[in-house]
Each structure stands twice: as structure tokens, then as C-alpha cells.
């Protein structure tokens, strides 16, 4: 199956300056990669994603890029505030045409502390 | 518009009971899944359905039941509950015929003492 490894484990980081999260996956079917935001105490949602027919995306300060030669993929914030203060989890799912399965592998997350 | 809807929200067990964590969603997705979240292991797949009728094990299923008899409902069954299950759980859905975003309920908080 997938194996997802996420770097680093803690990040604290200024405020006003970037953050860069780094996973790597095992998989060379996997196709889709997004990444999760959990704040304390809430559930994790969505914040960006990205496929593999796409080197990087944007959302405003938030970007995504995709090497699938080197099998990694990173998460860009930048600008930082403190309510960018959250785990931060990358995934890998392949996506086979037709086949009945859907294991979305979970990075173990990146707790990202932005400091005022 | 309720989404991913998780009961009870909390929960204290004894060693040996059983329960159900119940998960119910209200936007017609196929695939629903079931997760466990402890400190420094992220998110760990523990069973997931494709649709009703259908289920098939993630990566940590052992001492879990599930079943899917509606496209809405997907109980998750502790059969003997150990302090070891003592976690986070949370139930997730997403759109069966594009990859997209998973969409997660607010979670269980379980212990077993």
C-alpha cells in the first residue's frame, strides 16, 4: 500500500514569514494529493489539492507543488498569520479507473505554530 | 445541510464493552471511511466503504466491525473495547466518481479505562 512521510514533524515560524511542509509518497499510481488543516479540537478540512497532470496550484497564500519523478509534493504558505496556526496534513491516493477502492494514506502531520 | 454528521461526541468505556460509533451523511457519497487519530500518527484508515453493501479493511482494523446497509449510515463496532482503541475517531465521505475532498465529521473522542 501507500506509505506518506511528512517533514517536518513541528515548524514555528515568525509571523509575515513562509512555511514550506515537505511529504513524500512510495506510490507511483497515486494521482491526487491534498492537504488537510486541523485546528485544535476541530475536524481536519481541505485547504488545497492537487493532481499529478499539475506541477504546482495556487490559492492565494497558499500553493502546492508536485515533482512525481521524486515522488514529493509540498505545501508553500506564505505571508503567515496566526490563525495559519493548525496541523497540517499531506495524503496520497491512487486512482485506479474503475476499481472499487479508495485508501486515502495520511502524512502524520506538521504542527505549524506561527509566532506574532 | 448537515454534511458528516458523528455520535456521540464523547465517550468513556470499560474494558470488554462493546459499542457503535454511529456516522451518517446526508450528501449522497459513495465512499465513506472510517479513521483513528493519535498523537504523532496522523490519521489512520481503519475501514472504508465504496458503496452500500460494499466494505474493505484500511490499515488498522483489527477489533473493528463495519457494515453499510444504506448509501447514508456506516457504523463503526468496537466488539471488545481495549485501552489500546482509546483515540480519536473520525468518519469521513467523499464523491465516488472524482477524487475530491473527503469531508469529515466533528469526530468521537473515545476512552477505555
Known amino acids: 500500500g501507500e506509505n506518506v512521510e511528512q517533514h517536518p514533524s513541528t515548524l514555528s515560524v515568525q509571523e509575515g514569514d513562509s512555511a514550506v511542509i515537505k511529504c513524500t509518497y512510495s506510490?507511483?499510481?497515486?494521482?491526487?494529493f491534498p492537504w488537510y488543516k486541523q485546528e485544535l479540537g476541530k475536524r481536519p478540512q481541505l485547504i488545497i489539492d492537487i493532481r499529478s497532470n499539475v506541477g504546482e496550484k495556487k490559492d492565494q497564500r497558499i500553493a502546492v507543488t508536485l515533482n512525481k519523478t521524486a515522488k514529493h509534493f509540498s505545501l508553500h504558505i506564505t505571508e503567515t498569520q496566526p490563525e495559519d496556526s493548525a496541523v497540517y496534513f499531506c495524503a496520497a491516493i491512487p486512482t485506479y479507473s474503475g476499481a472499487g477502492s479508495y485508501q486515502l494514506t495520511f502524512g502524520k502531520g506538521t504542527k505549524l505554530s506561527v509566532i506574532p | 445541510n448537515a454534511g458528516v454528521t458523528q455520535t456521540p461526541k464523547f465517550q468513556v468505556l470499560k474494558t470488554g464493552q462493546s459499542m457503535t460509533l454511529q456516522c451518517a451523511q446526508d450528501?449522497?457519497?459513495?465512499?465513506m471511511s472510517w479513521y483513528r487519530q493519535d498523537p504523532g500518527m496522523g490519521l489512520r484508515l481503519i475501514h472504508y466503504?465504496?458503496?452500500?453493501?460494499?466494505?474493505d479493511q484500511g490499515e488498522v482494523p483489527n477489533g473493528y466491525n463495519v457494515s453499510r446497509s444504506t448509501t447514508e449510515d456506516f457504523p463503526l463496532r468496537l466488539l471488545s473495547a481495549a485501552p489500546s482503541q482509546t483515540s480519536v475517531y473520525f468518519c469521513?465521505?467523499?464523491?465516488?466518481?472524482?477524487?475530491?475532498?473527503?469531508?469529515f465529521g466533528q469526530g468521537t473522542r473515545l476512552t477505555v479505562v
Open positions: 450528501m449522497n457519497h459513495e465512499y
Open positions: 506510490d507511483s499510481a497515486s494521482n491526487y
Open positions: 466503504s465504496v458503496g452500500a453493501g460494499i466494505t
Open positions: 469521513a465521505s467523499s464523491d465516488s466518481q472524482w477524487v475530491t475532498e473527503a469531508f
